[in-house]
C-alpha cells in the first residue's frame, strides 16, 4: 500500500554556492527546466501516488510553505531544523511525523533525478540510490558483496569504490534508522563536523539490516551556477519542450531554437532565444538573444545578448547598442 510511505525533503540549506541567487529564496525555488527545483521532486512523488510529505526548512522556509500550499495537495508536515547539524539530524528532527510511516522515501532537496521509482516501492529491504562518479571524495560511496551493500563511508580520502550515494533513499526499517541516528547524536558521532545520515545507515547494517544499490542514471547536480546550467540543459533536452513551430505562432518576429521552456505567461518580442533556455512565468525578453540561460520570473531581459546566464526572480538586465567607428586590421571583443 503506498499509504504507509512517508516522503521527506530536507530543504533547510542556505545554498551558499549559488548566491547571489539564494540571498532572496531558497536554493530549491530557483528555477530550472521550466519549474523550481523543489517542484520536480514533488512532480515525481505526486506520479508515484505518495501523498504524506514532510518537508525539513529552515532558511526562508516561508517561501517553500507558500509554494507547496499554493500548487500541491500534499498531506504536507513541515519540521524547522534551526541548527544545521548535518543531514542526520535533519532526519532525525521528522521522527514524530513519520511515526504511522512503515517505509520512508527520503530525497534530497536538491536532487533533481530521472529515474523509475515504482520499481524502488515495490522493493522489501531497504534500497540506496547511487552513481558511478570520478571524484567519490566528495560524496558518501558504498561497498558491496554479494550485490548487497556491505558498508558505506561519508566522503572517505580513500574510497574503496567509486559508487557515490546520490540522495536517494528508501528505508523499510524506519524504527531502526531513527534509533540508530538518536544513538549517534547521543553519542555525539560526527563525520566532518555534522552528524550524516551515512553513519546511522553504517550502524543499520552493522545490525543486521539488508540493504542493496539501485542505479541512478539520470542525477542532475544543482549545487552552483554552472552545475545550474548544466542541469537546465540536460533537462531540456530530455524532457519535452516547446518546439519552434508552436513557438512561431506564439511569438511571431521571434525565433525560438529548441530544447526550450517558456511559461505560458511569459513574453518574447523581437528575440531569439535558445537552445537549453528555461524562461519562467511573466518573465519579458525583448531585442535579445538569449541562449542557454534560465530567466525567472518576472525578470526583464532587453537590447542584449545572453548566454550562460542565470537572472532571478524581478531583476531587469538591460544594455543598448554600441557605436563603433573600426578601421582596418582592427581587433575588438566585449568578452
Known sequence: MINDVRAIIPVAGVGSRLRPHTYSMPKVLLHVAGKPILGHILDELKSLGISKVTLIVGYRGEMIRDFVESTYHFQTTYVAQEELKGLGHAISLTRESARDAKRLLIV??????????????????SLIGVKEVEDPQRFGIIELRGGAISGMVEKPEAPKTNMAIVGIYYVTEPAILFE?????????????????????????????????????????????????????????????????????????????????????????????????????DRATIKNAVVRDSIISRNASVANIFLERSIVSDNAKVESKPYRLNVGDSSEFSFA
Open 180 to 280: 540508530c541516528l538518536e544513538e549517534n547524536i547521543r553519542r555525539g558521532k560526527t563525520t566532518k563536523g555534522e552528524f550524516q545520515l551515512t553513519d546511522a545507515l553504517q550502524r543499520m547494517l552493522e545490525r543486521g539490516v539488508e540493504m542493496k544499490p539501485f542505479t541512478v542514471d539520470g542525477w542532475y547536480d544543482c549545487g552552483g551556477p554552472e552545475a545550474l546550467l548544466r542541469t537546465n540543459r540536460e533537462m531540456l533536452t530530455h524532457l519535452k519542450s516547446l518546439n519552434s513551430e508552436h513557438a512561431a505562432e506564439r511569438f511571431p518576429g521571434c525565433i525560438v531554437n529548441a530544447p526550450v521552456s517558456i511559461a505560458r505567461t511569459a513574453e518574447l518580442e523581437n528575440s531569439i532565444v535558445g537552445p537549453y533556455v528555461t524562461v519562467a
Open 108 to 125: 534530497l532537496g536538491d536532487t533533481v533525478f530521472k529515474v523509475d521509482l515504482h520499481k524502488v516501492l515495490k522493493s522489501e529491504v
